[in-house]
């Protein structure tokens, strides 16, 4: 990914690429809920309660979803898809997977 540098100012730049990700889901009416959680050890958690990342296949490249989402430039739905009608990060950077909620 193109971050700028691979030190604080890129990291930087991968945790705002991460929160914009979130804004997104919340701008689209995907997510209600979103936290960013500072640690005393320096890291960080972003927690939200949107749609998260597909796993089915993709046709055109026969990867899953994950896969193509952090492995490939410009694949997330904001490239084309019309997934989002306003947005904020444009270098489609994810960081987790986490399951869907179980029943």
């Given amino acids: 990914m193109y971050i700028g540098s ?15 990700n979130s804004v997104d889901e919340a701008l689209g ?18 927690r939200d309660n949107g749609r998260g990342i597909p796993m089915d296949v993709e046709p055109k490249t ?6 193509v989402v952090m492995t490939k430039l410009h694949t997330g739905g904001k490239f084309g898809g019309g997934s989002y009608a306003a947005f ?15 029943p």
């Fill in 6 to 20: 691979t030190e604080s100012r890129g990291l930087m730049h991968c945790l705002w690429e991460i929160i914009d």
């Fill in 29 to 46: 009416g995907y997510c209600d809920h979103i936290e960013v959680i500072l640690y005393e050890d320096a890291s960080v958690e972003v």
């Fill in 62 to 67: 026969g990867l899953s979803g994950l896969e």
């Fill in 88 to 102: 904020g990060g444009l270098h489609g950077v994810g960081a987790w997977l986490r399951p869907p909620p179980g």
